[in-house]
T-cell receptor, first 112, second 115 residues
Framework: GENVEQHPSTLSVQEGDSAVIKCTYS??????FPWYKQELGKRPQLIID?????GEKKDQRIAVTLNKTAKHFSLHITETQPEDSAVYFC???????????FGGGTRVLVKP | DSGVTQTPKHLITATGQRVTLRCSPR?????VYWYQQSLDQGLQFLIQ???????AKGNILERFSAQQFPDLHSELNLSSLELGDSALYFC??????????????FGEGSWLTVV
């Protein structure tokens, strides 16, 4: 089955700096890659996603890049703010209707 | 609000007991997924139902079972509870097909504490 690895497990950045989280996946058939943000004790919330026919997608301060050949994708957060502090999960799935396989999560701390 | 409703929000029970967690998916969503998240851990896939039928099974213990009813709500049954079953249990749902079927929405979760 699919295996998703996520690095780093923790990330501490200064407010205003950029944060980058990287994920690799094992199943070349995976074609949908969402990122979820989870605040303490809350539900995971989708923040951005990318499909395999796209190499990069941006939404304000966040962007995701995908390298299908290397089977890895990354989340970039620019101009980080304290409210960006949370756990971020990457995930992968093959087709609509299939389960998401999640990475282990990255705990991001933005220091003011 | 994601539109996925889970009850109860919190539950404390003793070892050896049995509990049932309930989930109502978003209106129109046919797929329901259950995930377990232990303290400081990731999201472990347990099981998926689609329109009443089991579609995929993950690392779900034999003591756990689930079902999806004709009205599409789902229940996760946890029996012979152990201390290690203490976790946050999430239900999620999706439309299942098409581009929209890619997006999975999570409920607020049910906190289970086994004492």
């Amino acid at each position: 089955g699919e295996n998703v690895e996520q690095h780093p497990s923790t990330l501490s950045v200064q407010e205003g700096d950029s944060a980058v989280i990287k994920c690799t996946y094992s199943d070349s058939a995976s074609n949908y890659f969402p990122w979820y943000k989870q605040e303490l004790g809350k539900r995971p919330q989708l923040i951005i996603d990318i499909r395999s026919n796209v190499g990069e997608k941006k939404d304000q301060r966040i962007a995701v890049t995908l390298n299908k050949t290397a089977k890895h994708f990354s989340l970039h957060i620019t101009e980080t703010q304290p409210e960006d502090s949370a756990v971020y999960f990457c995930a992968a799935r093959k087709t609509a209707g299939n389960k998401l396989t999640f990475g282990g999560g990255t705990r991001v701390l933005v220091k003011p | 609000d994601s539109g996925v409703t889970q009850t109860p929000k919190h539950l404390i029970t003793a070892t050896g007991q049995r509990v049932t967690l309930r989930c109502s998916p978003r209106s129109g969503d046919l797929s329901v997924y259950w995930y377990q998240q232990s303290l400081d851990q990731g999201l472990q896939f347990l099981i998926q139902y689609y329109n009443g039928e089991e579609r995929a099974k993950g690392n779900i213990l034999e003591r756990f079972s689930a079902q999806q009813f004709p009205d599409l709500h789902s229940e996760l049954n946890l029996s012979s509870l152990e201390l290690g079953d203490s976790a946050l249990y999430f239900c999620a749902s999706s439309v299942h097909t098409g581009i929209s079927g890619n997006t999975i929405y999570f409920g607020e979760g049910s906190w289970l504490t086994v004492v």
